[in-house]
């Protein structure tokens, strides 16, 4: 069983209105984004800063109009994007940022969502030009209890298997799975976004229950440990910081940013 | 609030006196559409329509709802056009622009009106269960023209749409999901396709000067714009023309020869569009492709 490739489909400036774009589609869940960035632009008296840029996010869903989930989303974008850019090198300006979501497999699912979205989001900044401090990078790992199924074309979203599919089944010991899909996540007990900058700073935590089978949809005591958030957190950071650091660079490749 | 940046004067002039003489920026003639692109997703019912640089998806989306009470025989059809900042940072979320109730207006008028939708066929149990259809569309790029490339995206989608198959025994539904049962299309009784003309006065014969297809810039600069939907077989959906310059009725009636005309071209890429997509779809597994037709010996 071939497994396919771990590398994110990037695709930049596919929209030629815009500052910045990109498209963003995860490589195991099939999660497609789209994002535009404009800015600085002029910003509505109400929301102007003396001393800062405005950052506006907006997601619009796939299907249906914005609700109470995207509104969430945007939330979670702006914040830890705040922390990113250099709002004080453009006082009493906007940044505007949009992100379409084109395709998921599960529009309800803010997990399935968060991770690409944030991904798609830095490189369509990068794109506009928008001055960082630095670039983040988010992955999104579910905890399968140990000893779960899973089919063999998803094995590769194992953490430690990528390379070979086929290889060991990890008994007594949790697994851990990187961006799943749905029907993988559905078996999740725990859901963890996290985003880390390049040099290993956390900037986002987002961690979820999961009771079995409700793939993150409610919480009912299944929770975790600490160490074992903790060993979380190190695969997280390893991967954000490695190969996160370097698809991002290899999507830039060919294009001059500043 | 920012602004779409204003046409120059000398760029006004220019492209106003290149129309005169037949020639355009993009070096079109005046009655000839940009490139249509159209990319289906992994799902059914999801497309991506580029005309230049203009870019729309539309998704369809199904759910089982209760019928409205004075419509027990229908189902449920509604258009969602929603116009953000990602399209053009003069769209605002939350404040829907001229341009965006014109749209929605039109593609009602368009598509819902003119009955392109069996929403008869929607009915599951009559007064209890009908399918609710819910087409969304997202404006990504705007370089003109969105009425026709909004236009071909729904129909396009609703004609790659697979609803599942529903079987009903008594008073109990039960909705096959895709894995188990294959999914059936829609009945679509018709194509509507909108084509735009666009006006820019007279020129030194005193003919109208129209233009197929405009981009954001001769948008910008035309006197009067007019909308007729069509579909294959000639047959006019409706006509708008709201406002702008005075048109005679030896012009409008050219102009729709020429969209029944055009319409034809378009009406044939949809189709060839799917079709490619079917195939690939169905890669290595034709048999699956055959089985479902019914001129095939059993």
């Keep these: 069983m071939a497994s396919a490739s771990l590398t994110p489909e990037i695709s930049l400036c596919p929209l030629p209105q815009s500052d910045g774009s990109c498209q963003y589609t995860c490589p195991t869940s099939r999660t497609t984004i789209l994002t535009s960035v404009n800015g600085p632009l002029e910003v509505r008296a109400k929301d102007e800063l003396p001393n800062d840029a405005t950052i506006e996010v907006v997601v619009k869903p796939g299907v249906g109009v914005g609700g109470v989930r995207e509104t969430r989303l945007a939330h979670i974008l702006q914040t830890t994007l705040k922390s990113l850019i250099l709002t004080t090198h453009h006082p009493r300006t906007l940044i505007q940022i949009v992100a379409q979501i084109v395709q998921s497999e599960d529009h309800t699912s803010i997990p399935l969502l968060l991770s690409p979205l944030l991904n798609c989001t830095v490189l369509s900044l990068l794109i506009a030009g928008i001055p960082m401090r630095t670039t983040g990078w988010s992955i999104h790992l579910a905890v399968l209890p140990a000893g779960t199924d899973i089919p ?41 976004t996290l985003t880390f900058s390049k040099e290993g700073e956390m900037l986002l935590i987002e961690s979820l229950e999961c009771s079995e089978g409700k ?6 005591g299944q929770g975790w440990e600490i160490d074992e958030w903790v060993k979380v957190m190190e695969i997280a950071q390893k991967l954000c910081c490695g190969e996160g650091v370097e698809v991002m660079r290899n999507a830039l490749g060919e294009k001059k940013v500043f | 609030m920012p602004k779409e940046p204003e046409i120059s004067l000398t760029e006004k002039t220019f492209v106003l006196e290149a129309l005169k003489q037949n020639l355009r920026v ?8 940009r490139d249509i692109q159209l990319t289906f997703g992994d799902d059914y019912g999801f497309v991506d329509v580029r005309l ?12 089982v709802t209760r019928p409205r009470p004075d419509r027990q025989f229908e189902g449920m059809f509604t258009i969602t056009t ?9 769209f605002e979320v939350g404040r829907p622009t001229e341009l965006d109730h014109t749209l929605s207006r039109l593609l009602e008028k368009s598509i819902r009106r003119s009955n392109a939708l069996d929403v008869e066929s929607l009915c599951i ?37 697979r609803l599942p198959v529903v079987t009903v025994s008594g ?68 006509i708008a023309k709201s406002g702008g310059v005075a048109v005679e009725a030896e012009v409008l009636m050219r102009c729709a020869r020429l969209a029944a005309e055009k319409v034809k071209g378009v009406d ?28 095939n010996e059993r």
Excluded at chain 1, 158 to 166: K, L
Excluded at chain 2, 146 to 160: E, Q, R, S, Y
Excluded at chain 2, 201 to 208: H, I, K, L, P, Y
Aim: hydrophobic share 40%.
């Design chain 1, 152 to 192: 063999n074309k998803n094995r590769n979203m194992i953490v430690g298997q990528e390379t070979d599919g086929e290889a060991m089944q990890t008994d007594g010991e949790d697994v851990v799975v990187r961006n799943p899909n749905r029907a993988v996540f559905a078996k999740a007990k725990s859901s963890h």
């Design chain 1, 215 to 220: 793939g993150g949809e409610s919480a009912d």
């Design chain 2, 26 to 33: 993009d070096g079109r003639d005046l009655q000839s559409f």
């Design chain 2, 52 to 63: 230049g640089k203009t870019r729309v998806l539309a998704r369809i989306s199904a759910e």
């Design chain 2, 82 to 90: 929603e116009m953000g900042p990602m399209a053009s940072p003069a």
């Design chain 2, 125 to 161: 149990v009559t007064a209890q269960r009908v399918w609710s259809l819910r087409a969304d569309v997202h404006f990504l790029s705007h370089d003109g023209n969105l009425i026709d490339v909004a236009c071909i995206a729904v129909i396009t989608a609703l004609a790659h749409f």
């Design chain 2, 171 to 238: 008073e109990d539904i039960t909705i096959h999901p895709v894995e188990e049962r294959v999914p059936v299309p829609l009945s679509l009784l018709h194509w509507p396709i909108c084509v735009t003309f666009s006006f820019f006065g007279e020129d030194e014969d005193g003919e109208m000067i129209c233009a197929l297809d405009a981009t954001a810039q001769e948008e910008a600069l035309r006197v009067g714009d007019m909308t007729i939907t069509i579909n294959k077989n000639g047959e006019v959906c409706q």
């Design chain 2, 268 to 295: 044939k890429m949809i189709v060839d569009a799917l079709r490619e997509d079917e195939v690939q779809r169905n890669k290595g597994n034709l048999d699956w492709l055959k089985e479902g037709k019914s001129e």
